[in-house]
């Protein structure tokens, strides 16, 4: 059974960082890519940063480049979302997702994830 379990979220003002985990159980994250997407209130889901299964290619929406990073740790199975310089606008519930497919690349599409975390909400207040 795969699962992902996010958390890691909570109130900062603008300015301000935070650090999202992901564990993983059920696959090794060393096969998967892996995404973060969030979703604002009224809006529709979006992505925001992936990593390919490798490890060595991420990618990222344009607004969070420089600001947001994704990284992983093999021994925990847990994938991060390093989050600062955070802005009102970054308000939202971020999700983790990974792609089932071995040696998958980084894809931005809601479809392209097969399993998703329950979601942790990020406030950031001006």
């Known amino acids: 059974q795969v699962r992902l379990v996010d958390s890691g979220g909570g109130l900062v003002q603008a300015g301000g960082s935070l650090r999202l985990s992901c564990v993983v159980s059920g696959r090794t994250l060393s096969y998967y890519a892996t995404g973060w997407f969030r979703q604002a209130e009224g809006k529709e889901r979006e992505f925001v940063a992936g990593?390919?299964?490798?490890?060595?290619?991420?990618y990222y929406r344009d607004s969070v480049k420089g600001r947001f990073t994704i990284d992983r740790d093999l021994g925990q199975n847990t994938v991060y979302l390093q989050m600062n310089s955070l802005r009102p606008e970054d308000t939202a519930i971020y999700y983790c997702a990974l792609r089932d497919l071995r040696h998958g690349t980084i894809e931005t599409g809601i479809s392209d994830y097969d399993f998703w975390g329950q979601g942790t909400q990020v406030t950031v207040s001006s």
């Open positions: 990593m390919s299964w490798t490890g060595r290619s991420t």
